[in-house]
């Protein structure tokens, strides 16, 4: 099986949409997905991810099942440079770094003020449990269970699924799949808007499966129209690089 995760256009966070350039994306995002046999699309309930898969699903004339959990994470925390409560990623690199457990894949969510953040569902762990636990119903119900670390394929298919979602989520997913700690997918990737990631199942011995990451963030189908990416979700690459965000 082929999983798809599609990061949503250029957003307009003010009011959960999309900017103009973000409308071209997702415009050249739909040429390059309407050229595939998609099996199944899933949308976040918000409205930059629906935006952005509006093209596609329109001229393929699909609809996407929406589903809650891929509403970008939603947890809360003081971070150590920021003032309020605010998202689990964007700490400055000198504060996560120094925490060695953010490395591991089980104790990441140890840290108190991880610990102490607020989400619908309890604490940020309780949060990447219940979304986890969501995506394996829902690759449970296209013929892969959860066994551990690996999958069972019940009903092995070369099928290709689509989700659109958001950075935060999508660092989640992989963390999952890949047995990575999210705070460093959070802080290490950089997923552009409307980039495509692509993971495949490999079912080396019969009944058992693992999912294998080909492409992280792939935006071909921006070079290919020559558009240049979004700079959105990147920090400024030189401290005095004063149009590029720091904070």
């Known amino acids: 099986m082929r999983l798809m995760i599609v990061r949503h256009g250029d957003p307009d966070y003010s009011i959960d949409s999309l900017t103009p350039k973000g409308w071209k994306e997702a415009e050249l995002l739909a040429d390059r997905l309407c050229k595939l046999d998609?099996?199944?699309f899933y949308v976040s309930p918000l409205g930059r991810a629906k935006d952005t898969a509006s093209f596609t699903l329109k001229r393929l004339e699909r609809e996407a099942e929406e589903m809650k959990w891929m509403r970008e994470f939603d947890a809360q925390i003081s971070r150590p440079d920021a003032v309020g409560r605010t998202i689990v990623w964007d700490w400055?690199?000198?504060?996560?770094?120094?925490?060695?457990?953010?490395?591991?894949?089980?104790?990441?969510?140890?840290?108190?003020?991880?610990?102490?953040?607020?989400?619908?569902?309890?604490?940020?762990?309780?949060?990447?449990d219940w979304v986890t636990g969501e995506f394996d119903k829902l690759l449970a119900k296209h013929g892969y269970e959860r066994h551990g670390k690996i999958y069972r394929?019940?009903?092995?298919?070369?099928?290709?699924?689509?989700?659109?979602c958001h950075f935060g989520?999508?660092?989640?997913?992989l963390s999952h799949l890949l047995g990575i700690s999210p705070m460093v997918l959070w802080h290490g990737f950089?997923?552009?808007p409307t980039s495509v990631t692509t993971l495949y199942t490999e079912e080396r011995r019969r009944g058992i499966a693992a999912f294998r990451m080909?492409?992280?963030?792939?935006?071909?189908?921006?070079?290919?129209?020559?558009?240049?990416?979004s700079f959105a979700a990147r920090?400024?690459?030189?401290?005095d690089n004063p149009n590029e965000r720091h904070d």
């Open 214 to 229: 080909a492409s992280f963030g792939d935006i071909s189908h921006l070079y290919a129209a020559n558009e240049e990416p």
């Open 169 to 173: 989520l999508e660092c989640v997913l």
């Open 190 to 192: 950089c997923a552009a």
């Open 153 to 164: 394929a019940v009903n092995a298919n070369n099928d290709t699924i689509v989700l659109f």
């Open 92 to 128: 400055l690199p000198a504060d996560w770094t120094a925490v060695p457990a953010f490395y591991d894949q089980q104790s990441w969510s140890s840290h108190p003020l991880l610990r102490s953040g607020k989400t619908e569902h309890g604490d940020v762990r309780a949060e990447y």
């Open 235 to 239: 920090f400024c690459e030189c401290y």
């Open 38 to 40: 998609v099996k199944a």
